[in-house]
């Protein structure tokens, strides 16, 4: 296998992931962690591909405004953080990569199946600096998504996870 870049990264855990959904539906019994290995995709996505690389979308800006953080309060210089896409992502990064103190990641759960995970970002040089988002598993599932094809833009990947040429 030949790794060229990013976008190969990204082909390959899409392919991996709709791997395991097909499979589920062939064998539900044989393959009935489907949610941990989206959180895993999607874990490994945000860190891997880097935010300024994404290209701008409109479907990025609708979700974060339908999915607002129920605390987004970062100031800088004086100057309160720009809610946009771009920050929304860095924050929930850093909640997976960065953590600066116990509850960065809280994982919800309903009948014994995870429904959400709560990101936390805080500034451990300003505690009043605190980001957190409330995702469900269907919001990471659609984040995927759409970060996934402002990521490509207009490549597209093959059945087998590459990239088309």
């Not at 064998?27 to 989206?38: D, S, V």
């Not at 300024?52 to 479907?59: D, F, G, L, Y």
Request: hydrophobic content about 35%; glycine content about 2%.
């Amino acid at each position: 296998m030949n790794y060229q870049n990013e976008k190969d990264f990204f082909c390959r855990t899409l392919h991996n992931l709709e791997i395991y959904r097909e499979e589920k539906q062939k064998n539900p019994k044989a393959f009935e962690y489907e949610i941990t290995q989206l959180i895993n995709s999607f874990f490994g996505l945000i860190i891997f591909v880097k935010a300024n690389a994404i290209q701008e979308n409109p479907a990025l800006e609708d979700f974060v405004e339908a999915n607002v953080p129920t605390k987004w309060d970062y100031v800088y210089y004086g100057k309160q953080e720009d809610h946009n896409f771009f920050n929304y992502l860095r924050h929930i990064r850093n909640a997976i990569a960065h953590p600066t103190y116990d509850e960065n990641l809280e994982i919800k759960s309903e009948n014994n199946d995870i429904s959400s995970i709560i990101f936390r970002d805080k500034d451990p040089k300003n505690p009043k600096n605190i980001f957190e988002a409330n995702l469900t598993i269907k919001k990471i599932d659609e984040l995927i998504e759409l970060i996934s094809k402002a990521f490509l833009g207009t490549d597209q990947c093959t059945p087998e996870g590459k990239i088309k040429n």
